[in-house]
């Protein structure tokens, strides 16, 4: 029996307790965390975790051998909470964004080796029936080769979602809606595709005056293969739509599922293809669907790789890899260059500080709250239709 720790009691943490509650037989929360005391134990009596103590400083754990830990803190305490568990004999599954900077992110690399212990960094869109299926198709190369792909991450945040103590600053959140809501799809493009070459993008802050940060911001991306890319991530839509679609020469998929396949008329003008379109869709079909989904997929797939020492889907080079596609749009929107790959260590934007200077800062954070209502919140679901 795997024991396990939680660390950070916000909205977050509980898709976390509710995924290793999944699996009762393999793993037990034996510790919450939170600088707010009352959150964790509201957290531990809400679940009806037994046995489990409410802890105000996580350093606390770091001698008690526990297994495995869940990070659900801000963006800027990632580094330092999973680099002292990893040094401290424990795996780490370590919510997104992965760090506050690449430079961070490499220091979490670093304890992982070091350690020997594993780091799964959170990408919960992964592990759905939707995306699993959509990955197989496009490795099954029956599309052809892909020459665009384009990501739509859109989604709707009121005026005061900012007005939380840590969010809307480069310090403390790291970036605004590309790093923050974003980041899943861009790791969902990126698990599919690979990395980009270079891009160049833009981004502004239309309607929350109470953030340093970006609401909205949009990139252009060139692949090694030739193809193209258009990613948008933005907290300025109604509605809150999300879809990646991806085109190949023959075909068309994206999620939500769609398949659309054309072959040329003697003119050059389209015509179906319902041959390519019924063999992508059987390949769909004959697929399994995913068991456990979103946290609890990926909760199993790292309590599978302790156990039996089975490979993590997402792993720490993975998380930093869509942290520096990121990084990239960020230096690109604030200096209006192109920007290329990789982001090198003497990079302006590689450290957190270097980010806090050289970024746009939009406005000043205006009003500071402690802690929001405990309210559900919307974690992307749009995309499994």
Not at 171 to 178: D, I, P, R, S
Not at 217 to 228: H, K, Y
Not at 299 to 323: M, W, Y
Not at 358 to 382: C, M, P, Q, S, W
Request: charge should be negative; charged fraction near 20%; hydrophobic fraction near 40%.
């Amino acid at each position: 029996m795997l024991k396990v720790a939680i660390i950070g009691a916000g909205a977050i943490s509980a898709a976390h307790i509710t995924a290793y509650l999944a699996f009762p037989e393999r793993c037990q929360i034996v510790a919450v965390v939170d600088m707010y005391t009352e959150k964790a134990e509201k957290r531990i009596n809400d679940y009806g975790l037994k046995g489990a103590q409410a802890v105000t400083d996580y350093h606390e754990l770091l001698d008690q051998n526990i297994d495995l830990v869940s990070v659900c803190t801000p963006p800027y305490t990632h580094a330092p909470i999973t680099c002292d568990f990893l040094h401290a004999g424990t795996h780490v599954l370590v919510e997104k964004p992965m760090a506050s900077s690449l430079q961070e992110a490499d220091m979490m690399l670093e304890a992982a080796q070091e350690s020997g212990k594993l780091l799964s960094v959170v990408a919960q869109n992964r592990f759905t029936t939707p995306m699993m299926k959509l990955k197989d198709v496009l490795d099954s190369k029956l599309m052809g080769p892909i020459v665009h792909v384009q990501v739509d991450s859109f989604w709707w945040r009121g005026y005061n979602y900012y007005d939380l103590w840590w969010r809307g600053t480069w310090e403390k959140e790291g970036g605004g809606c590309t790093l923050n809501h974003a980041v899943h799809h861009i790791d969902a493009m990126l698990w599919m595709m690979g990395p980009p070459m270079e891009l160049q993008a833009m981004m502004a802050n239309t309607a929350h005056d109470n953030a340093e940060v970006e609401d909205i911001s949009m990139a252009m991306l060139r692949f090694q293969e030739g193809a193209l890319g258009m990613i948008t991530s933005s907290v300025v839509h109604h509605g809150e739509e999300q879809q990646l679609i991806f085109q190949g020469k023959g075909a068309r998929v994206s999620a939500p599922w769609k398949v659309v396949a054309s072959t040329a008329r003697t003119n050059g003008f389209p015509e179906p293809n319902p041959d390519l379109e019924q063999q992508i869709q059987k390949l769909i079909d004959d697929l399994p669907d995913v068991i456990h989904v979103r946290h609890a997929g990926q909760v199993e797939n790292v309590l599978n790789a302790i156990e039996t020492g089975s490979p993590l889907l997402v792993d720490g080079k993975s998380g930093r890899n869509t942290l520096e596609l990121i990084v990239g749009i960020y230096k690109s929107a604030s200096t209006g260059e192109k920007v290329t790959f990789p982001l090198e260590a003497e990079d302006a934007f590689y450290t957190r500080e270097g980010i806090m200077q050289n970024a746009v800062h939009f406005y000043e954070k205006k009003t500071e709250v402690e802690n929001f209502e405990d309210v559900d919140i919307t974690l992307g679901r749009k995309l499994e239709s």
